[in-house]
């Protein structure tokens, strides 16, 4: 996104697994709609980019009719009423195994953005983006984007999965060229499922404990890991299973935002050369608890991590920390840190675009990818 824009130009980029809402419709997805409603009316963004995780909840199958219910609220919502343009993407499609990946893209373009444009991967041009639309089931024939799901040998511990990917293109600028690959700035943002290094985070918790090993009978497995204090009547610190991560204090996840375990989230070191990210300031986003009334509590499943990100190119990088944003217009954090969110707190970035921003060179196409 660059080329001659409104001096100021507000982006908005939120990344949300919203399994969640779909099981809890009174009270998850109501407030999720509030605290995504605060943070656009706080941050007062022009573009707005929404990708979404497990649209349909988990049991898609009985919650899938709810999605619509949810996304006619986002479009329809006194909140959204300055977004006279948006454009949204739903793979609801889960009767194909072979293509479905639950996914949600939505885009809301605010009235003062005069002058936007789409790319069209099918035509290989871009066209400019007027009304509201909603494109569901077969994405596959949607010409306004790529969507792909992920092979099923990438997870042959997995009956099948749902991961996959949704990508747009998108143009804020007065003239545009088109050279269908040419290098552009852009962003990856969703869950991504990043992991800590678990040895390294027990390592650091049960520094001092002992740890019982306990194996299955028949098979003589590991079927769960208890860490014990050496005194105070060897009490429990830690207990693992197959998905079960029982921490006797929770709090050092939220102690200055988990800073300490920060340097075991090493799952993006390999594309340190090719994926930027700015520095994170907040808790891990997953898993927290669903109960409507726990919004800072982890549930036990698993070690909390960062799962849900977003990452962008060395050029989009140089977009957002461009010397004239200021640092107030630069964030990148949580929603709805008090409250529950369902699993996972959605995680945004907000930036300002400056006029004339993106214009290094004279050749460079002005636009950017979201995925």
């Keep these: 996104m660059a080329g001659k824009l409104t001096a100021g130009s507000g982006i908005l980029l939120v990344t949300a697994n919203v399994g969640s809402l779909f099981e809890d419709l009174d009270n998850l997805q109501k407030t999720w709609l509030r605290e995504f ?43 959204m009423k300055e977004y006279s343009r948006a454009r949204v993407y739903l793979d609801e499609n889960y009767k194909s195994q072979e293509h479905f990946t639950a996914l949600g893209s939505c885009y809301f373009l605010h009235e003062s953005l005069k002058n936007i444009h789409q790319f069209d991967f099918k035509a290989k041009k871009f066209k400019k983006v007027v009304g509201k639309e909603i494109y569901s089931d077969t994405l596959e024939s949607t010409p306004m984007l790529e969507k792909e799901k992920f092979p099923q040998d990438y997870f042959p511990e997995c009956k099948w999965s749902r991961k996959g990917f949704i990508r747009t293109r998108w143009a804020l600028a007065d003239w545009i060229t088109d050279q269908r690959f040419e290098k552009v700035p852009y962003f990856v943002f969703g869950d991504f499922n990043f992991r800590l290094d678990t040895r390294q ?11 019982q090993t306990v194996r299955v009978g028949d098979t003589n497995e590991v079927e769960k890991l208890i860490f014990r204090e050496s ?24 102690e200055n935002n988990g800073a ?36 800072k509590q982890y549930m036990d499943t698993r070690c909390p991590a960062w799962c849900d ?4 190119s060395a050029t989009a990088k140089d977009l957002v920390l461009k010397p004239e944003n200021e640092e107030k217009y630069l964030v990148y954090d949580n929603i709805g840190p008090n409250v529950c969110m369902g699993d996972h707190k959605p995680v945004y970035l907000s930036f300002r675009l400056t006029a004339g921003a993106g214009k290094p060179n004279a050749n460079k196409h002005k636009c950017c990818n979201v995925q």
């Design 260 to 295: 300490l375990f920060l340097q075991f989230d090493s799952e993006l070191s390999c594309f340190k050369e090719r994926l930027h990210e700015l520095e994170i300031s907040f808790p891990p986003s997953y898993p927290y608890s669903e109960d409507s009334s726990q919004g």
């Design 231 to 254: 005194e105070n009547d060897r009490k429990v610190v830690l207990q693992l299973e197959k998905k079960l991560f029982n921490y006797i204090n929770q709090d050092v996840f939220r």
């Design 201 to 211: 985070v027990i390592e650091s918790l049960c520094s001092t404990a002992t740890m």
């Design 309 to 312: 990100r977003v990452l962008m």
């Design 37 to 79: 409603y605060q943070t656009v009316q706080s941050h007062k963004p022009h573009f707005i980019a929404v990708h979404c995780q497990e649209v349909g909840g988990k049991n898609y199958e009985a919650s899938m009719a709810h999605v619509d219910c949810f996304v006619k609220e986002l479009l329809s919502s006194d909140a």
